[in-house]
């Protein structure tokens, strides 16, 4: 009788804590939502043969050089701020930014909004999986982070049908970004109520504060867990070239707008999709040997769009639906990876240190796409994508020979107050 009540008193438990959380998700997915409709947009107006390329590629650009910005700079605002409160004054910043699509056209002034639209979204990001990393206890974090990742695939299948509902084409787009971000904001505000407080840390024994308070940086990252290393450069670049250089890929291969929008559309349906199954598998067995399974998949996917040659509609739908549904499934799972690896008084830091890695994909990948396609072919950003995935085929490899690290412990339990 006794263990019956403790298993429903942790059920009850753990569900009261999912209610919390949950307005904070939905305020991420609403926010998400625009920026997942504002990189469409601009990708379509820029997919324009008049546009020179070398205009397409700065633009391109300006996005994951605000988006490098906003992880170095993401700590300052959560230290000074607190989560709730950054989280509302970088989103009010995305609401100005976008404004100023719809007051001018100019090459120069859409390189500013651009890299302003990136530095919010990155801190964003940044804001909210610290929140979550430090929220979660350790039997939780990976439901949590799930949760999470369900809610950014959802914005970014709620930006494309948005798109298709508005019209590829309508002048609108714009204002209908902005109009996002504001009830975004509005709901996080107003309507969602605060967030909750998060717990205060338990002491580690054996760790002084100065240890406890040890940033993760990008070595040790890279020492202990290469694959995850790998695995999130290749979601930066996977992500921002696809939903990117989509639209452009489809103008160029003779597809209409509409179409190039839903093989965005269907991409991301496919992500979305796997997320449950791709997280259901990872708590099952080795992820490192799950990692290695997703990156062979994701080379003959990207082999297979860049196959010489007309495919049908039909087939690329069905190829760009089970390319969403590996790739983007391999960054939860080199998340899920290294938080196995960690100490929890590391999460904070390490989440920042795995954004800026994300980060890299995003500013060294777009312009190198763009100028590939250029030269040689459109097909030709598929390659350099499937490049990325044998990028994570190899760490993954590299971390399945090695001997487990010594010394490393599961993560535990984190958090500090607002």
Known sequence: MRNLEKVMGGIWHGAARFRAIGHVLASICVVATANSLLTTAVSLDLSNPAIDGGIVQLLLTAFPIGFLGGCLSARFFVSRLGHERAFLTVTLLAAFAACGYMLTETPWAWFWLRLINGFAI???????????????????????????????????LFGQLLIQAAGPHSPYLFLIVLGVILSGLFYAHFVGGRWPVLPLPPPIEGTSNAASAHRYGILQLASLAPVTVA????????????????????????????????????????????????????????????????GIVTVCLCAAVAWPGTHSLAL????????GAVALTIYPVGIAYANSQLDGRHMVSASGCLLLIYSVGNIMTPGIAAGLMERFAPQALFLLLGGGALVVTIAAVFNLLRQPSVGV??????GGSE
């Open 122 to 156: 990155a801190t964003l990001f940044v804001i909210s999986e610290s929140w979550i990393n430090l929220y979660a206890d350790p039997k939780s974090r990976g439901a949590y982070f799930s949760l999470y990742m369900l809610m950014t695939s959802l914005a970014t």
């Open 231 to 294: 695995a999130v450069f290749q979601a930066g670049m996977t992500n921002m070239n696809v939903y990117t250089m989509t639209p452009i890929f489809g103008e160029r291969v003779g597809l209409d707008a509409a179409s190039s929008v839903t093989l965005v559309t269907v991409f991301s349906i496919g992500g979305m999709l796997a997320q449950a199954p791709a997280g259901w598998l990872s708590d099952r067995m080795d992820r490192r040997l799950l990692l290695f399974l997703q």
């Open 316 to 323: 690329l739908y069905g190829l760009f639906f089970v390319y």
């Open 409 to 414: 412990k599961p993560c535990l339990a984190s």
